[in-house]
């Protein structure tokens, strides 16, 4: 007699056994799901590398799923479950089978796929790792799982890249995370396999099955949540993604735990995102521009932290962000951001640098400040809006739509609330008066991790140029919605005064305000060029973000122009004739300052409250070539 262990399957699972002719009358084999009794007179044993040989048969180890002796095995306790293809489903390839359990995929286009056969049955919640065997000809950087159904791209993940092989490799993918963000493995649910992006890519796979997490991949999976670092004051809770340029993915009170944030991918977070000139970049199909952001890029390319700091209420971290829609890191950028908790409150101190080589200069664009994602269940959106801010006078209440819609709050801060007000979170960003928000989906996939999600971003309007750094604070705050406006009222109350009361004017946009017979390009930081093509040329200006101060009646401008032409302003709304001043704007090649009083107008029409705009009539009739900058009313 001797005693022999066997590790079956590479699932860790160890069995030890007297094997003996004279002790052993039966043996049960689990290979493939199906429970074979073997009498013992056929029984020899011998393994050969991955190979058990019992009798006259041969099974890979990684077919079978245990041994038992003179009892048989419950089904419930099989280890692994075998995936095959449903051969129908293929696209983009030529694919065939080479023998049990084996395929040969050739891609034959863009956007080769094929799908499993759905589950008979619900898969045990630890079975979650995805092992196959393959041999590959050409570098397949985008491995990529759908988790069906439904079948969507925001039930998709890139798993990782695969290297060319002759030799027959095995691959293991963790799926734990997204069996859990996508609430998948119930019967009838399938995977979808998307082999890379590119024709000519022959895959030869084998033994696809879904088993359970050996003890060394339990161990790595909570090794990788290693990279959410928290602070908390014992009143509020906040996290931090390392993987992701130390974004905050988690804000909560310390005694409920209640995640209000959504970071279901590397756009959503509280993070730092900026805007620039086009640059050829997709994101789906849509053109995108220069954006880099904190978080990562939209295939999941994470950020890099350069340095870390944390203690028990603060945090620091130093990184290098990421293309959104190009999915790679931009080292001439760095992000820096500061984090303290005090009371209810996060105080975060943000700075971006476009300072190393290779930094570029962008045009003047929309900037969030930050970006804000929040859980779908959040759903009113309320702010001040009116002509009293700091006064406790009445908040405007209201839950946006899909997609983007514009909004001014006059005291600067906003927070997505419950419908009864009596949960939600708040972000004030000093000198903001305008704001961008959205909620995405139906209601369906909600929480931190939920497809859906309620957005907002405080904005700026600037030009990223070569060599810029910013530099601005934000404050974070959780309770009901008395709680975040007194706390706000109380941050507010110790900013500067003479900044607070007297804000630094802003220039008027030209662009996607209206026009009429007339072209705007814009051709540098609050600039533009205008070219009337027709009779009544003109152009709105964009609104006033905060109402005008009395003494503010000058407005002032920089142009050239290649002929002269009658200048006319509407003090708007409404834009009537009533409203309106002209005047002669002289030809210039050079460019020339004009101030012009409108402080007669502003008594007049009542004009200059948040909200207000101006129309532009540049001339008559077409051929007007007119290059204005830097208006603004001072």
């Known amino acids: 007699m001797r005693n022999r262990k066997l590790i079956l399957g590479g699932v860790g699972l160890a069995i030890t056994a007297l094997i003996s002719a004279a ?4 043996f049960y084999l689990w290979h493939d799901g199906m429970h074979n009794q073997v009498a013992s007179n056929v029984m020899s044993y011998q393994q050969d590398g991955a190979v058990l040989k019992i009798g006259e048969e041969c099974y890979s180890i990684d077919e079978v799923d245990s041994i038992t002796f003179d009892t048989p095995v419950s089904p419930s306790n099989m280890p692994r479950t075998r995936m095959l293809f449903d051969t129908g489903s293929s696209h983009d390839m030529k694919l065939r089978s080479s023998g ?7 891609t034959t286009g863009s956007d080769p796929y094929v799908s499993t056969r759905p ?20 570098r397949m950087p985008r491995f990529k799982v759908y988790f069906a159904t439904p079948l969507s791209e925001e039930r998709s993940a890139v798993l990782g890249l695969l290297e060319p092989t002759n030799l027959w490799q095995r691959a293991s993918f963790d799926l734990y995370a997204h069996r859990t963000a996508f609430e998948w493995g119930r019967a009838g649910h399938y995977l979808r396999l998307d082999p890379g992006e590119a024709p000519d890519v022959t895959l030869e796979i084998r033994n696809i099955y879904l088993r359970r997490a050996t003890a060394e991949e339990i161990a790595a999976r909570e090794a990788a949540t290693d990279h959410f670092k928290y602070i908390d004051n014992g009143k509020v809770r906040l996290g931090v993604d390392m993987q992701r340029g130390g974004s905050i993915f988690y804000f909560a009170l310390s005694n409920e735990r209640r995640n209000l944030l959504n970071h279901r991918d590397e756009g ?3 993070q730092q995102s900026y805007y620039g000139e086009s640059d050829g970049t997709m994101w789906g199909n849509n053109p995108w521009t220069w954006n880099p952001i904190q978080g990562g890029g939209c295939d999941g390319t994470c950020a890099q932290v350069r340095s870390f700091e944390i203690a028990d209420s603060s945090l620091h971290v130093v990184s290098v962000p990421v293309h959104w829609a190009g999915n790679y890191l931009m080292p001439e950028l760095e992000m820096e951001e500061t984090i303290t908790l005090k009371d209810s409150v996060a105080h975060l101190h943000y700075t971006f640098r476009n300072t190393g080589p290779g930094a ?5 664009a929309m900037q969030e400040m930050p970006a804000v994602f929040v859980d779908y269940q959040l759903d009113h959106l309320v702010f001040y809006r009116g002509m009293h801010p700091w006064e406790q006078d009445v908040l405007c209440d209201t839950v946006p739509g899909w ?44 929480g931190e991790s939920g497809d859906d999600c309620s957005y907002f971003a405080p904005l700026r309007y600037f030009a990223v140029e070569k060599g810029l750094t910013v530099e601005y604070d934000a404050y974070v705050t959780i309770g009901d919605i008395a709680q975040i406006r007194a706390r706000f009222y109380n941050i507010h109350e110790c900013i500067d005064p003479d900044w607070r009361n007297h804000p630094v004017a802003e220039y008027f946009s030209l662009l996607g305000t209206g026009q009429n017979n007339l072209t705007v390009k814009q051709t540098g930081e609050d600039c533009y060029t205008i070219e009337t093509t027709g009779g009544d040329p003109y152009v709105f200006t964009s609104e006033l973000p905060y109402p005008l101060m009395e003494e503010q009646h000058t407005l002032t401008f920089e142009y050239i122009c290649n002929q002269q032409i009658r200048f006319e302003l509407f003090f708007s709304p409404p ?38 705009y101006l129309r532009l009539d540049t001339g008559d009739g077409p051929g007007t070539v007119l290059q204005i900058r830097k208006l603004k009313v001072e």
């Open 100 to 106: 049990t359990y084996s395929y040969v995929i050739t």
């Open 403 to 446: 997609p983007n819609e514009s909004f001014s709050r006059q005291e600067e801060w906003a927070a997505y609330m419950k419908a009864d007000g009596s949960l939600g979170l708040g972000v004030y960003t000093p000198g903001t008066v305008q704001m961008t928000a959205y909620r995405y989906g139906h209601g369906a996939s909600t």
């Open 23 to 26: 002790s052993i009358k039966n």
């Open 575 to 612: 834009t009537v004739a009533e409203r309106s001043m002209q005047f002669t704007l002289p030809p210039s090649a050079e460019w020339r300052s004009m101030q012009v009083d409108i402080a007669a107008q502003r008594a007049a029409f009542s004009w200059g409250n948040f909200g207000d």
């Open 360 to 364: 570029t200069s962008h045009p003047t």
């Open 268 to 270: 959503r977070f509280i």
């Open 119 to 138: 589950l008979t049955r619900a898969l045990p919640e630890d079975s979650c790792i995805l092992t196959f065997e393959y041999r590959l000809n050409k």
